[in-house]
């Protein structure tokens, strides 16, 4: 019920030994100028009280990075307001592509995610993110995931 990426679509394993590059399980920074925090999109399961999510990075502004590394450890951090922010993680299985869709990120309590809402657009995600998803389409989403990390076979 839930499929992850380990780092935005922009990261490259060259940034692993940079001084001004940094990618942890939550925040990512490239060469000191882009900056990303790890969320959920979760999506309802029609006819159940399940979640799916992805696991996504959303782009920040420098303020807003620098705003939520200062309350990661905050308890009431989630009354927050939401910060703008880009997608930068493909889900290939939707076109068009999901890179740059627009978001909102909002913070949850410590030891959550921040959630991730789509604006909403008629983008097959944020109209899944929106109108809930079948058990069906679970199981489409988990097959071809699964098949996409076989090497396509």
Not at 84 to 91: D, K, R, Y
Not at 129 to 149: K, M, N, P, W
């Amino acid at each position: 019920m839930n499929y992850s990426t380990m780092a935005p679509y922009v990261w490259d394993p060259s940034f692993d030994e940079a001084p001004d590059c940094l990618l942890s399980s939550d925040q990512c920074v490239i060469k000191a100028q882009h900056y990303f925090v790890k969320g959920l999109i979760e999506i309802p399961v029609i006819g159940s009280s399940d979640v799916f999510s992805w696991g996504v990075w959303v782009s920040l502004s420098r303020e807003n990075f620098s705003r939520a590394a200062d309350l990661w450890e905050t308890p009431g951090r989630e009354s927050e307001k939401p910060y703008f922010g880009w997608l930068t993680t493909e889900l290939p299985i939707y076109a068009p592509s999901t890179i740059n869709l627009k978001t909102h990120l909002r913070t949850r309590p410590i030891g959550q995610r921040p959630l991730v809402e789509l604006e909403p657009t008629d983008h097959p995600l944020a109209a899944e993110q929106r109108t809930g998803i079948t058990r069906d389409r679970v199981r489409e989403i988990a097959e071809a995931v699964l098949h996409s990390t076989n090497g396509g076979s």
